[in-house]
Structures are given as structure tokens and as C-alpha cells.
């Protein structure tokens, strides 16, 4: 058997008592590297003056699901297979729903087209246009300048983005997310 060394030893006892003391509730662990015991503190509250928060919208899930049970029914009526995802302002994804008989590529391509129309609080038929004078956009990680997402805005702001991909063009994509942010404004 081998000994480990004091180094070694000395990392896993603080890794141990980081993570008690993470399991215990505690926020902050005294990790300076003295031989005193490790100390917990509780974090004081952030303050909560108008200067240092912010709120912010955000569209719950239920509204989520209601939107994209439109973009499926609109694809349904013509007779189109495709996939819908909606994300939150922040671009992480809240619903997605691959339809029967959608294109395996279908899912992805719909969260991308989402988060891109989000994050650019546009719709990704009029973003396509803007790689003509900076093409290095479509190397932003999670991005894609097709059409078939928009925004869902409030008080003018992005709140979510609703992404479509799988019809033969990207217009019929972007026509049915347009129904599912309408969906929206019932």
C-alpha cells in the first residue's frame, strides 16, 4: 500500500469538509491552506438597492407548451413535419417537440433557430441578411441564421424565441412560429 502525501492528504480532508459543508447548507468554506480548522460562514444578503438588481420577464413553461402545440397544429394543416422549440431570454431551452415523421436534423436546427432569434431580438429571416456584412456571426456558438425563429417580446424586450425547423422552406418554418407566438398574445 502506498502513503500518500501531507499535500494529498491535506486536499482530500478540504475537499471533505467543502463538500459537508456544502451539503450542510454553508455557503463559504475558509480554504486559505492553515492547519486551523476550516471554517464556514454564512453569505450576507446581496443588497437589494434599485442600482444593483434587475428584473427581468420571463415566459413560464405552460405558455411555452401552448406555443408550440400551435406551431405543430399550423404545420398539421399543411400538411408539414416538422420540430418547435421555444427558449427562454436566455436562450436555454424550455420546450421542444419533435413531430411525427420530422427530420432527425429538425430538432437541433429548431433550438438553434430559437436561441439566434432571441438572442438578436429578430426574427432569423431578417438576421441572414446582416452575414453579408459581418459573416463571422455564424461562428457564435449555438447560432443559426436560417429562417424559422422569432422573438416573443414584452414592453419590447425578448422574453423567449420560438424556433421551427423541418418544412421544405424556411418561410413555412417562420409562418408557423409566427402562429406560435400569437399563440402568445391571446
Do not use: C
Amino acid at each position: 500500500m502506498s502513503t500518500l502525501s501531507r499535500r494529498t492528504l491535506t486536499g482530500l480532508v478540504t475537499g471533505a469538509a467543502v463538500l459537508a459543508a456544502v451539503g450542510a447548507g454553508a455557503v463559504a468554506v475558509d480554504l486559505t491552506g492553515s492547519d486551523a480548522p476550516a471554517t464556514a460562514q454564512v453569505a450576507l444578503a446581496a443588497d437589494a438597492t434599485p442600482g444593483n438588481l434587475r428584473q427581468s420577464t420571463h415566459l413560464s413553461v405552460d405558455a411555452a407548451t401552448r406555443a408550440a402545440q400551435s406551431v405543430l397544429r399550423a404545420a398539421a394543416q399543411k400538411n408539414q413535419r416538422i420540430s418547435v422549440a421555444v427558449v427562454d431570454r436566455d436562450g436555454n431551452t424550455l420546450v421542444t417537440l419533435r413531430g411525427d415523421g420530422a427530420g432527425p436534423q429538425s430538432y437541433e436546427s429548431a433550438e438553434r433557430k430559437a436561441f439566434t432569434a432571441v438572442s438578436w431580438n429578430a426574427p432569423t429571416s431578417e438576421l441572414g441578411n446582416r452575414l453579408a456584412a459581418a459573416p463571422r456571426l455564424a461562428d457564435i456558438p449555438g447560432t443559426l441564421f436560417l429562417a424559422g425563429g422569432v422573438p416573443v417580446t414584452a414592453g419590447n424586450a425578448p422574453i423567449a424565441g420560438i424556433g421551427v425547423a423541418g418544412a421544405p422552406s424556411g418561410d413555412l418554418d417562420e409562418e408557423f412560429a409566427r402562429a406560435g407566438a400569437a399563440e402568445l398574445s391571446r
